[in-house]
């Protein structure tokens, strides 16, 4: 590759050393966004299964002590990305981990090695902290796109960024994205749950295309074994709005959704206090 056009330019091909990264040019991995708290990492075991699930969905191969090794590699960015005077405790930290196909090729790839990257940033907002408040209402101009890739963070990122985009041109704290069908699936950067009459619902993420959360399969799975009712399925717009409470869960934190279309909810309630106490406590 010698010459290339950057924008209005011409410039030499090492101006640009990404631009055949297959990542850059097909979309041809996919990403994990990790929170580490007090120098651990977050729901490490759901993060992980996500990722073994992407790479071998894409074909893609990574050495044999990956596993093994990243959680230590990610902490050592994250130590050393701390100010030179920072006391213990470690402030939580927010890892974004990104893989994609080394080499070249079209389509057609030449070979399945991985290749990633990752990168640190102090988190402002802490992750244990239950949030109450936010407007919502349901996307107007895109859905989810069920495939077998959906459940990754990455290969459809281009709908999150027209859901994000529609929810800041309506003045929305956050939007809500329904399936193809017409179907409650997710939120544009967080998993939905809604409680109504004790029961713990939340939407079947393969059926709906959404985004599998890894906060929200950890929290719900210690939800039922806290003993709280969980229903995961299909549901309508309406089976959310007749909810008594609705949030988002997210790497980042839970929040409990005051208003909804033109549903209005109240998730301070005492007869809300005790599963939102257990969720808390099971997260």
């Given at each position: ?12 091909a090492e101006a640009a050393p990404w631009a055949d990264n297959r990542g850059f040019r097909y979309g041809d991995g996919f990403f994990e966004t990790i929170v580490s708290i007090h120098g651990e990492l977050q729901n490490w075991p759901q993060h992980l299964a996500r990722i073994q699930r992407g790479a071998a969905t894409l074909h893609l191969d990574f050495p044999t002590d990956f596993a093994e ?215």
């Open positions: 590759m010698g010459l290339i056009l950057l924008n209005d330019a011409l410039v030499p090794k990243l959680p230590t590699l990610l902490m050592q960015l994250v130590q050393a990305n701390l100010p030179p005077s920072n006391p213990p405790p470690l402030p939580p930290f927010r890892l974004r981990w990104q893989c994609w196909r080394a080499g070249g090729g079209f389509y057609t790839p030449e070979t399945n090695r991985a290749e990633w990257l990752a990168t640190a940033e102090p988190l402002a907002v802490s992750p244990d902290e239950i949030r109450f408040g936010g407007r919502a209402d349901f996307a107007q101009t895109v859905r989810t796109a069920p495939s077998a890739l959906s459940f990754l963070k990455g290969p459809n990122a281009a709908l999150y960024t027209l859901a994000a985009l529609e929810k800041r041109a309506r003045g929305l704290d956050e939007l809500i994205l329904l399936s193809p069908d017409g179907y409650v699936a997710e939120a544009t950067a967080a998993a939905l749950i809604w409680v109504k009459d004790g029961i713990l619902f939340t939407p079947d993420t393969t059926a709906t295309g959404a985004v599998a959360g890894v906060r929200a399969a950890a929290l719900l799975a210690k939800a039922r074994a806290a003993g709280q009712t969980v229903r995961e399925g299909c549901f309508l717009p309406a089976d959310l709005l007749t909810a008594d409470a609705v949030a988002t869960v997210s790497v980042t934190g839970i929040r409990w959704l005051t208003q909804v279309a033109d549903a209005v909810f109240n998730p301070q309630t005492s007869a809300l206090q005790a599963i939102i106490r257990r969720i808390g406590r099971a997260d």
